[in-house]
């Protein structure tokens, strides 16, 4: 089992930039892809972005494509989510996602194709 350990949320204007990180425990970090999702109050859990166990594929909702980067650290077993002009509808309770991967393949978008889940940090993006 992998322990996953977010933090970086907050309160932000519109515009403005967060960085989420995602600290992950328990297993080899190398072989775990890593994903980011979201849930709104009263939405569904939604994919937000993934990375693939070497960091080389990286998969995006459209609805963060250009203003989002994920990107990994398997030395410190991190992974993180950069977030650039952020918009109220961002705003969300954000959750790290791993499960393992065998081969380095395009990471992908689904709840259920992620086995571990951190608690989530809260971002808020006021108008």
């Known amino acids: 089992q992998v322990q996953l350990v977010e933090s970086g949320g907050g309160l932000v204007q519109a515009g403005g930039s967060l960085r989420l990180s995602c600290a992950a425990s328990?297993?080899?970090?190398?072989?775990?892809?890593m994903g980011w999702f979201r849930q709104a109050p009263g939405k569904e859990r939604e994919f937000v972005a993934a990375?693939?166990?070497?960091?080389?594929?990286?998969n995006y909702a459209d609805s963060v494509k250009g203003r989002f980067t994920i990107s990994r650290d398997n030395a410190k077993n991190t992974v993180y989510l950069y977030m650039n002009s952020l918009k109220p509808e961002d705003t969300a309770a954000y959750y790290c996602?791993?499960?393992?991967?065998?081969?380095?393949?395009?990471?992908?978008?689904?709840?259920?194709?992620?086995?571990?889940w951190g608690q989530g940090t809260q971002v808020t993006v006021s108008s």
């Open positions: 990375v693939s166990r070497s960091g080389g594929k990286t």
């Open positions: 996602a791993a499960a393992l991967s065998p081969v380095d393949l395009l990471p992908p978008s689904g709840v259920l194709q992620y086995t571990d």
């Open positions: 328990g297993r080899t970090f190398s072989i775990l892809r």
